[in-house]
Structures are given as structure tokens and as C-alpha cells.
């Protein structure tokens, strides 16, 4: 299989520079197209990477599924003009042939493809021995093992320079994004994975053009190394996902609105007030877990009680006025419903467990 020395290069210096900025159109149209949007792009200076689709899987047939390997030479001369890597979608052993036989420098995998060991697997057949580096989006669904699990057979197969990009996960009845971003879930990938870099794609979390600079941020807050945004020379008539992208101009207009944050400083002042910060933090969590073991202790003597006069451990009544209770003083105290339900989820939960021990001993 063909590699060139710009894929070696960009394998060794992967992901090469930090924020990784990626961005071009959701797919690849027409040759005008998608020269024009990359050279507005590199005019920008504030791209590091071209993204065109050239393959497209669609949630159902009939809409444009990518203009195919006719786009590849296309993207070849706006890799020439502009002097940036590229990078495509694979889904299939022939998409990998292809892209590399074209000089794509970076290739990713996609949420749809991520969801499927088989295709997976094909993969990273087909990439056994091609130095090329290979992102990973996250699985449609919110699972993790997954996600993993495509990164363990890519690594296997010797992928060496492998990164992870987060788009966000399909949840049902979710209103306000097109694909929830959870960010606790690239969080814990983060952790299992230090070392892999870690991008974000907001275009695909927001599916619309008002969410992205919030979710770019979130994303910078955390620590994220860089990010994949879809532009357009004419968003509102793109073949695809026309809602979400922008102009190359208001792309680098959201970028210099953004704060790069550091993740650290050897500022000495900001290190001691950061520590008396954590301290407290610290305290405050000793003093709640001391409560929360004498509130267990308690739970385990109305499971006695209860076992001794032969009443049920759930009571419903009782379980919904905790929680409306808890709703109100939470509101008083600037605590989301939301987190006062998941907080008191788990409480019950093992209140429950306790008096359960406690009745069947
Ligand atoms: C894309 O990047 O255009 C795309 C299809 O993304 P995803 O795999 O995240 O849906
Ligand atoms: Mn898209």
C-alpha cells in the first residue's frame, strides 16, 4: 500500500501541534467547492488540517452518500495549494487504498463505523504496516468498551499514532444537541488513555451553527487537544449537514473568540491560592461522607425497626417526598434538579441495599 513521506512525517509528529485546528466541509461536492472553502481556510492561518468527506454514511438512502474517489484528486490540489495534511473518512478496506493512494496525510474513522467490530477489524487489516495515523471517533451510542475497543484493534494491528475525536452520543428525546456531548464519557476515555490526543467535534455535538463556540469552549476547558469544525464556502446549500457548518470567515472569527486555557502554570501565587482552593474542596467532601455514613447508619436502624414490626423496605410515598423535599431546599441552594435526582438516585440506592442487608441477616 502507498505511503509518502508527508504521511510518514505527519505519523511522527502526531497529532503535531496543540490545538489541533481541522476543519473543511462535511463532504467534498464539487472541485470548486471544496478548493474554494480550502484555500479561504489556509488564508485564515488558523487551520492546521483539511477535513472533507468524501465517503458518506448515511442514515437513509437516497440522500448524498459522498461524491466517492472521484473527489480524491480534488482534495490531492488543495493539499498542493494550500501546503496543509488532509483527511478523510474510511469505512472500508477500499476507502483506505484509495485515500493513502491520494496523499491523504491523517485518516479517521466514523461513529457509525466505530459501532461495528467487523468493520473495524477490516480496518485494521487494511492498515497493518501503513504508517499513517488514524483518529477514532466515538461510537453513535454511549459506550465505552467500544470506543476501546476499536482504539485496541488498531493498536494491535500497529497503528502507532492513534487519537481520539469526541462528536457527541445519540440519545432519545435530546432537543437541545444532535448528539449529546456527555462529556463525562471522553473524560473517562481521557483517563483510561492519557496519552492518546483528544479532539472535539462540535459540529456533530451541536448540529446547528448557535451551539458550536460554547461547546468548543466546554471542550477547551477540558483540556481537549485540539478541534474538527465542517465549513463551507455556502453553508446553507451544502449537499449535507448544511445546518451545522459555517463560513471559512466566521470559522476563524469563533476561533479568535475562544481562550486556549493552559492546563498548568509555575505561577507560584496561582499554585497557592489553587491549593487552599483544593483544600477546602477536600474538607468539605470528609465532612459530607461523614454525614453520609451516619446517614447509612441511621437507614440500617429503620431496616431493623421495619424488620421487627414486618414492613416493606420501599415506600414509595416516602421515596417521592425525599425527593421533593430535597428539590426544594436544592433550589434555595443553587443545586440543579437534575443533580439533586441523580445524587439522591444513588443515596436511596444504597440506603435501600442497607436495610436490605440489614432484613434478610
Ligand atoms: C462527519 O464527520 O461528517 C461525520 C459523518 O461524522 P460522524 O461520524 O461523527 O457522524
Ligand atoms: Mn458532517
Redesign the pocket.
Known amino acids: 500500500m502507498p505511503h509518502t513521506e508527508a504521511q510518514t512525517a505527519a505519523a511522527t509528529n502526531f497529532p503535531g501541534k496543540k490545538p489541533l485546528i481541522i476543519s473543511g466541509p462535511?463532504?467534498a461536492e464539487t472541485e470548486e467547492q471544496l478548493l474554494a472553502t480550502c484555500t479561504q481556510l489556509a488564508a485564515t492561518g488558523r487551520v492546521d488540517m483539511l477535513?472533507a468527506?468524501i465517503w458518506?454514511?448515511r442514515t437513509k438512502p437516497g440522500m448524498f452518500e459522498g461524491i466517492g474517489t472521484k473527489g480524491l484528486p480534488w482534495l490531492q490540489k488543495a493539499r498542493q495549494l494550500t501546503g496543509l495534511p488532509t483527511t478523510v473518512?474510511v469505512a472500508t478496506p477500499k476507502h483506505v487504498e484509495d485515500a493513502l493512494a491520494f496523499e491523504v496525510d491523517v485518516l479517521?474513522i466514523?461513529?457509525?463505523?466505530t459501532v461495528n467490530p467487523f468493520s473495524v477489524q477490516a480496518l485494521a487489516d487494511a492498515l497493518r504496516g501503513v504508517q499513517v495515523p488514524v483518529f477514532i471517533?466515538n461510537p453513535?451510542h454511549p459506550d465505552l468498551e467500544l470506543w476501546l475497543g476499536a482504539v485496541e484493534r488498531l493498536a494491535k494491528a500497529g497503528v502507532q499514532n492513534i487519537g481520539l475525536?469526541h462528536?457527541g452520543f445519540a440519545s432519545y428525546g435530546n432537543t437541545e444537541y444532535r448528539?449529546a456531548p456527555m462529556w463525562h464519557l471522553p473524560i473517562e476515555m481521557r483517563r483510561r488513555l492519557p496519552d492518546l490526543p483528544l479532539i472535539c467535534?462540535p459540529?456533530?455535538i451541536c448540529g446547528n451553527r448557535t451551539g458550536l463556540a460554547a461547546v468548543a469552549q466546554q471542550s477547551i476547558d477540558l483540556g481537549f487537544d485540539g478541534l474538527?469544525l465542517?465549513s463551507h464556502i455556502d453553508p446553507d446549500n451544502a449537499w449535507?449537514?448544511a445546518k451545522q457548518q459555517v463560513t471559512p470567515q466566521r470559522l476563524a472569527e469563533l476561533l479568535d473568540g475562544l481562550i486556549w486555557r493552559q492546563e498548568t502554570t509555575d505561577q507560584q501565587e496561582f499554585l497557592t491560592v489553587l491549593a487552599q482552593l483544593r483544600e477546602q474542596i477536600n474538607q468539605l467532601d470528609d465532612e459530607i461522607l461523614h454525614l453520609l455514613g451516619r446517614r447509612m447508619q441511621v437507614a440500617e436502624s429503620i431496616g431493623r425497626y421495619k424488620k421487627e414490626n414486618d414492613i416493606t423496605i420501599l415506600q414509595t410515598s416516602r421515596w417521592n417526598e425525599i425527593l421533593e423535599r430535597g428539590i426544594r431546599k436544592g433550589d434555595q441552594l443553587g443545586l440543579t434538579a437534575d443533580f439533586i435526582r441523580k445524587y439522591f438516585d444513588a443515596v436511596h440506592l444504597e440506603s435501600i441495599n442497607r436495610q436490605n442487608s440489614v432484613m434478610n441477616k
Do not use: L
Open positions: 462535511c463532504s477535513r468527506g458518506k454514511p473518512e479517521w466514523g461513529a457509525r463505523t471517533k453513535v475525536i462528536r448528539n467535534d459540529s456533530h474538527m465542517e449535507s449537514d
